[in-house]
């Protein structure tokens, strides 16, 4: 008899339930590990609504804090019963998008011997829990690739202290590593919602001496403030683009990192631009955008736009955790609220409507 685990699956669209499932079998390069604690992603929120395709019956969730429960034989250098976490993306690391340097667009394992197979790429296919394969919000989760994914949480760090690292800490702070900052550059970052918040303390450890924070809710840019925001700008009061021309004199910003993923928010990130400046883009977009040809300064601009998906690996993990065992950043004020992992329905009414305040919650299954 298989032993079975609670699991949060997508049933349909406005359906995410909490059902039985087999604990998975263990294969020569995965782990299985215990969740501990994990949280709901925004992005969890579009598949809830099915404005992002899942098959049915999928667990959802991309980020695991736990304890290994089972490891493969292929795996070694850990130990059942350690600690880890492993990234809300987790590439092969043997396909040639890994080795050409882009491992969230690994598409190595998709299909054996096909077009993927063949060269390894696939758009976003890195991000494997609750997309392709079964993830996170679920008393257990198999984790792929064990080897190059599981990362060991320090001695002294809680689950809640590292519950960013899978996701928002690595993909706030890729998109403050694309934005090209440079000690003593002007970044304004659009959106604080809990990636944005995070991309604003990247910039800041990366050295930014004027860090605008932008959002229409008080309360997050009140956050943004705590995580490195000098000044911020609530879009319902003013309008930011003349804000942030005053604040830089005309020049402009070095960089502008857009967090949300809609037109105004990407097209306001060009046009607080100086020449030359850098638009890293971290929105998931779900229509086509067009490009202001003013501000793009007809093509003329030597401007540079980069997107990004979070990057995972045991290597980066270890680095997020290093930051926050070093003290550089606590993201502890970020988790809001916590839930039973038996009650993660009622966990995405109130994180989709963004009640109280919510920024994340903590889901624990026991
Ligand atoms: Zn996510």
């Not at 590990?33 to 991309?62: F, M, N």
């Not at 993909?171 to 604003?200: H, S, Y």
């Not at 609530?234 to 960089?255: P, Q, W």
């Not at 988790?335 to 409507?353: C, G, N, P, Q, W």
């Amino acid at each position: 008899m298989t032993a079975k685990m609670k699991a949060a699956i997508f049933v349909a669209p406005g359906r995410i339930e909490l059902a039985e499932k087999p604990i998975p079998a263990v294969g020569a390069t995965d782990a299985l590990v215990r969740i501990t604690t994990t949280t709901i992603c925004g992005t969890d929120v579009h598949i809830l609504k099915g404005e992002y395709p899942v098959a049915k019956g999928l667990t959802v969730g991309h980020e695991p804090v736990g304890v290994i429960e089972k490891l493969g034989s292929g795996v070694s250098g850990y130990t059942e019963g350690q600690r880890v976490i492993a990234g809300a993306i987790c590439p092969s690391f043997t396909s040639y998008a890994c080795q050409d340097g882009v491992p969230s667009q690994d598409g190595a394992y998709l299909v054996a011997s096909g077009q993927c197979g063949a060269h390894g790429y696939k758009a976003t296919a890195g991000w494997r829990f609750g997309n392709i394969i079964d993830g996170t919000q679920a008393e257990y989760v198999l984790v792929p690739d064990a080897q190059a994914n599981l990362a060991p949480v320090p001695d002294g760090l809680t689950d809640e202290q590292v519950l960013m690292c899978p996701d928002i800490m690595s993909t706030g702070f890729k998109g403050a590593e694309n934005a090209n900052i440079k000690i003593g550059d002007v970044v304004v970052v659009f959106a604080q919602g809990p990636i944005g918040l995070c991309a604003t303390a990247g910039a800041r450890l990366l050295g930014a001496s004027l860090i605008i924070g932008v959002d229409g809710n008080d309360h997050r840019l009140g956050i943004a403030k705590q995580l490195g925001a000098d000044v911020t700008l609530n879009f319902n009061h003013c309008d930011v683009i003349a804000e942030v021309m005053k604040l830089t004199g005309g020049r402009g910003a070095d960089s502008a990192i857009e967090a949300l993923g809609t037109q105004a928010t990407f097209e306001s990130a060009l046009r607080v631009l100086k020449p030359g400046g850098t638009l890293s883009s971290l929105g998931v977009y779900s229509s086509d955008l067009s490009i202001p040809i003013g501000a793009f300064a007809a093509g003329l601009g030597d401007h540079t736009i980069r997107t990004a998906l979070c990057p995972g690996g045991k290597e980066r993990m270890r680095r997020l955790m290093r930051v926050i065992e070093s003290g550089r950043l606590d993201l502890g004020l970020l988790v809001t609220h916590r839930y039973k992992l038996d009650d993660i329905v009622a966990a995405y009414e109130m994180f989709s409507h963004q009640r109280d305040g919510v920024l994340k919650v903590a889901i624990k299954p026991h």
